[in-house]
Structures are given as C-alpha cells and as structure tokens.
C-alpha cells in the first residue's frame, strides 16, 4: 500500500480539526473532505496522532494482551493465551505510525519548526526501537519510501537499528538543547506527551537513550557502558511529575482503559484475573500495591480438619468461606496450591486449592484448557465469574481514571536503570536509586505514604543484588508488560517460567513477521531469517517459516547466555 493510503486513515481526523480551528468561506466546503493534501497537513496534529498511537500501543500490551500474561502479571481465564503460543502483534501499527511521525518530520523541517522536528525524530527512533526489540532485523533504512521509491526495503540489522535509533535520539536531544530560549510554541493541547515542554522533552530523549544503552549490556557492553556514562551525566526524568504516563480519556474504546466492561462487555472485565506468581510475591513482601491492583477474592477457601467443617459435611459454604475437609483431598485427586511445587503437583494431574484469604491468582499456563474451572469454580462457565478468584481491582472495569495511565516511560524505570547501570560499575549509588524507583512507583500507584514501612521489608530492604533491583522493576512495571518482558529477556529476571501446559519448556524470545512478508517481500525476508539463530527450542511447535519462530534468537541474544 502506498504511504498516502496508510497515512491517510489517522490523517483525516487530524486534518478535520484543523479545518475546523481555520476562518473557511463557504466554498471551501466544495473541497472534496477525504482530499488530505500531504503538503499542508499540521505537524502539531500529526505528531499528536503519533504519540496517541504510541501510548495506546504500550498500553494494550502492558495491561491485558499476551505480554501481560506472559510476564505473568495477568490471566485470562477466557478467550486468552497464557500458553505461551504467539505470533507477537504490531508491526502495521508501527509502520502505519512511523508513515505519520515521518510526515511530520518533513512538514517540520519544511516549516522551519526545530521543537517538532526534534519530536518527530525521538517518536520515530522510539517505534523504531520497540520493532527491532519485538521483531529482530527490521526495515529500517529503506523503510516507509513508497510510491515508487522502494517498493521492498531491506531488513536493517538488529545491531544498525538499535544504534542507529540511539543516534537519533542523541541528535534530537541536542537540537532541543542547542536551540532552548528559540523554540517555536508546541501547543500544551497538542502535545500529550509534555504540554509544550521542550525541557521535559530532552529528559525524555536521554532517558530513552539510557534505556536502549542498557538495552545492549548484555550483548555489547562496552558500547553500552561509555553510551550510559555520557547519558548519566545529561538531564534525565527526575520525578513522577516528569514521567511520560498519558491518562486515558475514556471517551471511546480507542482512547480507554484496556479491558474496561464499559468499553467492551461485562466478561471483558471478569476475564482478566491476577497471576499467582505476582500475587504470591507480593504477599511474601508484604506489598501494599497488591491493595491497588487487585480485589479481594469474593469468597475464600479454607482446608480444615473434618471437625471444623461446619454443620461435619466436607464441602460447605459458611459466613462467606468455604470449608473443605482436609480428609478428602487425596479421593478426590486435590492438593493445596504451594508455590514451591504447584507446577510438579500440577504436572501429576492434580487438582490445586489456593487458600489464600485475601489475593487469589490464577497459575500461568497451568492447564491445557482456558482455566474458568480454577480452584474449584462452582459455577465454570465460559466468561462467567470465579467466587474462588480475585477480580482485578474495579477502578480497572472503568474507561478512566486518576491511576488509569498508558506508562510510556515511568521514573520508577529511570531509576532502576541507574541502579543496574551503577551495579556494573557505570554509575554510583544502587541503594539511593533503588530505594528511588521502589518509592516512584509507590507514588505513581497514589500510595507514597506507604513507602518508609514498606521498604524496610524483609526481601525489600536493600541487599545489593541485581536480582533484588529487577524483581522491584519488574513489580512497578505493572501494566508496562513490553518493558518487564524486554528486560526479562535481557536479563534473565526475575526467573519466569512457563507453566506445565505451556507451548514450550521456556519463554518465547521475539516475535514473528507477519506472514504476508513472505511473499510481499520475500527475498529481503528470507535473507532476514538468516540473522536469526535457531535454538534447541525452533522446532518444539509446528507451523512456523523456517526459522521465522518466537524461539528462534535475534541478533541481541546470539552469543548471551540470558534469558535461557
């Protein structure tokens, strides 16, 4: 499809707004209204697309699409795949953005407007840098030059995209930089990022830059370490208050908070349950954001002696609990869920009871069928309720609200990036950054209040260890599931685990190409494949291209013995 054609659709609404904000004569109206004339189009209205686009995108994937249950931060106990069988989902929603942040790049330079100019290159190295993350090889230097130009780009090396976004973000940072105090105005209406602010812009710039460095430690770490020495010394977020966190407007499926019955129907909601794993970690450090995120379970189960069943039955609902003897646990094949050995228990065929009182997770991947029937559901039905099972906290059924956020770029993860870089021996002071990002992400979820209890917790309180500093990241980016999952992949933590009915033995590590490029594209695909590495794992699940696999590993994991 062309450039027009895919610019167009976003366009249209941009440009209807700007028409509308102009003094027209009535023949204006004559003008053919989808007639979107390229040469005219308002960056400001563009660039707002962009960021829209942006946002929403890492919404949806941190709340409730497959990323969220594959970090296992989510469940979904219908229609959802927590098996770790994915395709990955993206790729013409970032080239359909990266269309418009182009255009706008080039009105803003034909403009002479240096603030959008800038803006457009930090959205466009940005939805650059999440493909190459999900995909691997990308176009990326033949990219979005259509219409006769080329028509089949080539796929640019992981390697080159990543450095080459790195480069750009530099650059526009930079330019902000050189060019303070001789800004043109970006309308606080317009820009839903920052309001209009260009200082706010070059700390996000540099604390992107810093992302990406540390991004490459693994694989290139000299690379990574000069790029995070030189970034730690530029103006980086330094509070919640500067935090690229865009509130959802609630006024239409599009612009709401993902999985909100309102938006959708009532099993929208009720579908998405809390994940064991995170719920039993929090409960371990007594954690104060499971209040935020999850509702108490409607009706606990208790396993009790045969005597403390009331009424001396063996399975009795009771005051709002459910009594089950204890002596009837082996007849009938069920174990009390631990957390050390449900997935041996699980594995054996058995049955699993979680006696937690207050937060009910449901295990990833525990069964082979959707797991409506978890914990004893009186009522399985398909998209029905689960007495048994917390329900996510109701401010998530709701379009909006005061928490209800698409986290583009927290001051918890500025933080705990300065912890890790400073573990490796690139920056200084873990412990203060650390204790930092845990008490952001307090502040970010409306419970600062708590932080000074909290963080003298056993398992809590600082150790020094890297698996300490990523187990507390990986906890504030909950509802950012694209940076949990890409930093478990780059580090290995904390130590998820796929669950006995999962598709694989581990995590799938990238995600495949749509399966048109095959043919649209063929040669320049199938030379991409080749950069992939294929793994013990590639021919674990039938149906995929050669080594087109979510198990097959890009450029960034060749050669790193992390994440498996």
């Known amino acids: 499809m062309s450039t027009l054609k895919k610019i167009v659709k976003p366009l249209l609404t941009v440009c209807i707004l700007f028409a509308l904000s102009c003094d027209n004569d009535i023949t204006d109206i004559n003008t053919n209204p989808n007639g979107v004339n390229l040469e005219e189009a308002n960056p400001s209205f563009l660039l707002s697309d962009v960021m829209v686009s942006t946002a929403m995108d890492i919404g949806n994937k941190g709340y409730s699409e497959p990323l969220a249950a594959f970090v296992q931060y989510i469940q979904k106990d219908s229609w959802g795949n927590n098996e770790y069988n994915w395709s990955g989902s993206g790729w013409e929603t970032y080239y359909n953005t990266l269309r418009t942040a182009d255009l706008a790049l080039e009105r803003s ?20 840098a999440l493909l190459t993350d999900f995909y691997g090889d990308v176009p990326y230097t033949e990219a979005l030059q259509g219409d006769g130009e080329i028509n089949l780009p080539k796929y640019d090396s992981q390697e080159s995209v990543y450095k080459g976004v790195i480069a750009d973000i530099e650059s526009a940072s930079a330019m902000l930089s050189a060019n303070r105090g001789g800004l043109e105005v970006f309308a606080p209406s317009q820009d839903i990022f920052f309001g209009g602010d260009a200082d706010k812009w070059i700390k996000y710039a540099n604390s992107l830059a810093l992302r990406y460095y540390m991004r490459l430690s693994e694989k290139d770490p000299s690379f990574a370490g000069a790029g995070v020495q030189k970034t730690l010394a530029l103006p980086l977020i330094s509070s919640v208050d500067e935090e690229c966190a865009i509130p959802y407007l609630g006024i239409s499926p599009g612009d709401s908070q993902p999985s909100n019955a309102q938006s959708g129907t009532p099993s929208t909601f009720l579908r998405v349950k809390p994940c064991a794993t995170l719920t039993y970690k929090l409960a371990e450090l007594d954690d104060p954001r499971r209040e935020i995120w999850f509702d108490a379970v409607e009706i606990p189960i208790k396993v009790v002696a045969a005597a403390d069943v009331p009424g001396g039955g063996d399975d009795v609902v009771e005051g709002g609990v459910r009594y089950i003897n204890e002596d009837i646990l082996a007849d009938n094949n069920f174990t009390i869920y631990d957390p050390e ?15 937690n009182s207050v937060y009910v997770g449901i295990p990833v991947s525990n069964q082979g069928t959707e797991p409506y029937t978890y914990n004893l559901n009186p009522n399985p039905v398909q998209g029905g309720g689960n007495v048994h099972v917390s329900l996510m906290n109701p401010m998530f059924n709701e379009p909006s609200g005061p928490n209800l956020k698409a986290r583009v770029f927290s001051y918890a993860e500025l933080c705990f990036l300065k912890a890790e870089a400073a573990l490796k021996g690139w920056g200084s002071d873990a412990e203060d950054n650390y204790n930092k990002g845990v008490q952001a992400s307090l502040e970010t979820w409306g419970i600062g209040d708590r932080f000074d209890d909290y963080i003298d917790n056993d398992g809590v309180v600082f150790n020094g260890t890297l698996e300490q500093i990523m187990e507390q990241k990986w906890i504030a980016n909950f509802s950012s599931a694209s940076e949990a999952y890409l930093d478990w992949r780059r580090t290995g933590l904390p130590d998820l685990r796929p669950g006995p009915f999962a598709r694989s033995a581990v995590i799938p590590v990238r995600f495949v190409y749509p399966t048109e490029n095959s043919t649209l594209n063929r040669e320049n695909y199938y030379s991409a494949l080749n950069s992939l590495e294929a793994t013990e794992y590639t021919d674990d699940v039938p149906g995929y291209i050669e080594n087109d696999t979510p198990w097959s590993k890009p450029w960034i994991l060749q050669g790193v013995d992390k994440p498996w």
């Open 341 to 355: 050995t449900w997935f041996e228990d699980r594995k054996a065929g058995l049955t699993m009871i979680d006696t």
């Open 109 to 128: 330079k034909g403009s002479g407007y240096v603030f959008h100019e800038a803006v457009a290159m930090i959205l466009k190295a940005h939805n650059y």
